[in-house]
């Protein structure tokens, strides 16, 4: 990283690349790919992620189909993704939203190491072939499976840690999913994120440490400390208009922490709209697509996604309604991909 740039093996990506004549150099398309190591410990609400083809959820399947699409990605040219280790939703009908269990973290904070295994799959995936991945730690819904502040702290020192020592330079770590005052634990709201943050940038291995910053969505703006802490920006755009995202990028950019140390601005979860995409690309900004996909039960969902879950695995929809097809196999994905391999591709 230098600046507002990100590097690749010391290049900046996407390098000489120019879009209505702004440079793209430093910028990292990517996507939400939340899901992509996620299991779920409730068998009451895991016999809904149950495949068509086989009737059964299977989290090793859902994480190798989607690192053999990660050069299809790339390809395109999609340069990041972003996974979760605590995931994201899935369907939000209160009865099922509030009965998963999925998080790679104990109650205690220490790390499942099924959950740590299927990661190391995906970023040594994502490693041959180019690409980066965001480890998002929390999420709203699953923070409550971690016992309390001590916990929190020490998922954030270990998977830091796990991250380093796992030998993959190609990662940068979201502390929460849209830090925001409704979360349950007061550590992981806005006016205690940095210490979040400030913990996973703490650790080092052989004195490596990692980028990190949280996510904030909405109308929301990271405080003066969160800005001061975070060495990425993280905002999501998604419910933003076109101009409003514009606003809020062009704020964290005159703030004063950003002009004392530049650092890129990493939208990694916005919509399936590319007219966010294209504002965020003339602010400079990189940004991250997000397809939820039928089935979400999700009445703003359902407007984009009509109907139920498809009835077979090649009609699957998005990318965050499990299960997932992991393949670029709706038009909503179809014209993201088109986009980012006609400004970003080979």
């Known amino acids: 990283m230098a600046g507002e740039r990100f590097l690749i093996n010391g290049r900046p990506t996407c390098a ?15 996507s939400r790919m939340i899901q992509a190591v996620v299991d779920d410990e409730n068998p009451e609400t895991a016999k809904l992620w149950a495949y068509p083809d086989t009737g059964r959820w299977d989290p090793e399947r859902n994480t190798g189909e989607f690192c053999a699409m990660l050069p299809v990605y790339r390809a395109a040219g999609l340069l990041a993704v972003t996974v979760g280790l605590q995931g994201g939703g899935s369907v939000y009908t209160p009865e099922v939203w509030n009965g998963y269990i999925m998080s790679a973290f104990r109650a205690d904070g220490t790390l499942k190491p099924a959950w740590m295994a299927r990661l190391g799959r995906v970023l040594a995936a994502a490693d041959a072939c180019g690409m980066a991945v965001i480890v998002n730690l929390f999420y709203w819904k699953q923070i409550r499976h971690l016992a309390d502040d001590a916990g929190i702290v020490r998922a954030v020192e270990g998977a830091a840690d796990w991250l380093l020592r796992s030998g993959y330079r190609n990662v940068l770590v979201d502390v929460a999913n849209e830090s925001a005052p409704w979360w349950e634990r007061e550590i992981c709201r806005p006016e205690r994120i940095a210490e979040l943050i400030r913990a996973a940038r703490a650790v080092t291995v052989e ?6 910053g949280s996510s904030t969505g909405g109308d929301n703006l990271p405080t003066a400390e969160w800005l001061e802490a975070e060495s990425v920006s993280f905002p999501h755009g998604n419910g933003n208009t076109p101009d409003h995202l514009r606003e809020r990028l062009r704020a964290i ?25 294209k504002a965020a690309l003339e602010e400079g900004a990189s940004w991250g697509y997000y397809a939820q996909g039928a089935g979400s039960r999700d009445p703003g969902y359902a407007r984009l996604w009509p109907g139920g879950r498809e009835p077979s695995f090649e009609r699957l929809s998005g990318f965050q309604t499990l299960p997932v097809n992991w393949a670029i196999n709706d038009p909503s994905k179809r014209e993201f991909f088109g986009f980012v391999s006609q400004v970003f591709g080979s």
Not at 22 to 28: A, C, E, H, I, T
Not at 207 to 212: A, E, N
Request: proline share 9%; glycine share 14%; net charge positive.
């Open 16 to 30: 000489g690349r120019v879009w209505n004549g702004r440079p793209l150099d430093g910028l990292l398309p990517n």
């Open 207 to 212: 004195g490596r440490s990692l980028l990190v």
């Open 253 to 277: 950019r005159i703030s004063a922490a950003f002009g004392r140390r530049p650092r890129p601005l990493l939208i990694n979860e916005d919509g399936a709209n590319l007219a966010n995409m």
